[in-house]
């Protein structure tokens, strides 16, 4: 099972469960740095679903074990870097991945829906980071990722201003903190998916799911095991020099005008 890629390194994976099938990125991610040799600590608000990831990633002979934890909450961000120090040892490698939606034009959105779209999909982030990096350069530096998407860099599909803007802080923490933290030996990089399939989006309807593949150049959906691979080359030492980055996971959508595929969209 372990092919050396990240023997060694100790992981946090944050938002480790998934909602179902198909699976999650945080599953698929902690599932992958699992067999690629890390251990990893499987941190969700639904332990129930950690759980599960926990069971798959024993299954197959990784070393993981389950934090349950709110990580809007500082204090929980605190006791989980703690309890990852008390088990492993250290931390090489944070993971930021979950997330909420958060619809509506701004002049449709009120006060609640900015507060928990900020809490859940930035605030959490910052916090994580804040106690992830004194352990992580204690322990001779590593690699954080944020996960962000393609609706923090560009408009997206769907009218959708509380998630788009957290998303976009994504990054731009994603880059603050690597300037600010490459002395410590730390790389900070930022992974923006595109058009994932996965559970969150089965509520969709055939046509919409038409477009996503459609629109982009390559014609197909991605899933969360696109953003989990791209996620353990980061994580390991071939990524030593790549820090600030951030990558569109979207199948060259990035890359195209709404012109430039309209065929591909009309076909």
Same mark, same amino acid.
């Given at each position: 099972?372990? +092919?050396?890629? &990240? *023997?060694? !390194?100790? /992981?946090?994976?944050?938002?480790?469960? #998934?909602? $179902?099938?198909?699976?999650?990125?945080?599953?698929?991610?902690?599932?992958?740095?699992?067999?690629?040799?890390?251990?990893?600590?499987?941190?969700?608000?639904?332990?129930?679903?950690?759980?599960?990831?926990?069971?798959?990633?024993?299954?197959?002979?990784?070393?993981?074990?389950?934090?349950?934890?709110?990580?809007?909450?500082?204090?929980?961000?605190?006791?989980?870097?703690?309890?990852?120090?008390?088990?492993?040892?250290?931390?090489?490698?944070?993971?930021?991945?979950?997330?909420?939606?958060?619809?509506?034009?701004?002049?449709?959105?009120?006060?609640?829906?900015?507060?928990?779209?900020?809490?859940?999909?930035?605030? +959490?982030?910052? &916090? *994580?980071? !804040?106690? /992830?990096?004194?352990?992580?350069?204690? #322990?001779? $530096?590593?690699?954080?990722?944020?996960?962000?998407?393609?609706?923090?860099?560009?408009?997206?599909?769907?009218?959708?201003?509380?998630?788009?803007?957290?998303?976009?802080?994504?990054?731009?923490?994603?880059?603050?903190?690597?300037?600010?933290?490459?002395?410590?030996?730390?790389?900070?990089?930022?992974?923006?998916?595109?058009?994932?399939?996965?559970?969150?989006?089965?509520?969709?309807?055939?046509?919409?799911?038409?477009?996503?593949?459609?629109?982009?150049?390559?014609?197909?959906?991605?899933?969360?095991?696109?953003?989990?691979?791209?996620?353990?080359?980061?994580?390991?030492?071939?990524?030593?020099?790549?820090?600030?980055?951030?990558?569109?996971?979207?199948?060259?959508?990035?890359?195209?005008?709404?012109? #430039?595929?309209?065929?591909?969209?009309?076909?």
């Amino acid at each position: 099972m372990n +092919s050396g890629r &990240l *023997a060694g !390194k100790i /992981a946090t994976v944050v938002g480790a469960g #998934s909602r $179902g099938e198909p699976a999650g990125t945080g599953y698929a991610t902690a599932a992958l740095f699992a067999r690629e040799g890390a251990k990893v600590l499987l941190v969700d608000y639904d332990g129930e679903r950690a759980e599960a990831t926990l069971r798959d990633i024993t299954e197959a002979g990784g070393e993981a074990s389950v934090f349950q934890a709110d990580v809007t909450s500082e204090d929980a961000c605190r006791a989980m870097i703690d309890e990852c120090r008390a088990r492993y040892g250290g931390l090489h490698i944070l993971f930021n991945n979950v997330a909420t939606y958060g619809m509506g034009m701004v002049t449709e959105v009120n006060a609640a829906d900015l507060d928990e779209a900020f809490n859940i999909n930035l605030k +959490s982030m910052m &916090l *994580a980071c !804040k106690h /992830a990096i004194p352990l992580m350069s204690a #322990s001779g $530096g590593g690699s954080i990722i944020n996960i962000a998407s393609i609706d923090g860099l560009r408009a997206g599909f769907s009218r959708n201003v509380p998630y788009a803007v957290t998303k976009a802080g994504a990054v731009q923490l994603s880059r603050v903190l690597a300037v600010h933290h490459g002395r410590d030996n730390i790389r900070v990089n930022c992974l923006a998916p595109g058009h994932i399939h996965g559970a969150f989006v089965r509520h969709l309807d055939e046509r919409t799911q038409s477009l996503r593949r459609k629109a982009g150049p390559l014609g197909t959906e991605g899933n969360a095991w696109d953003v989990a691979w791209a996620s353990v080359f980061l994580a390991s030492d071939e990524a030593r020099w790549i820090s600030g980055v951030v990558l569109p996971i979207d199948a060259g959508l990035l890359a195209a005008t709404p012109l #430039s595929v309209l065929d591909n969209i009309l076909e």
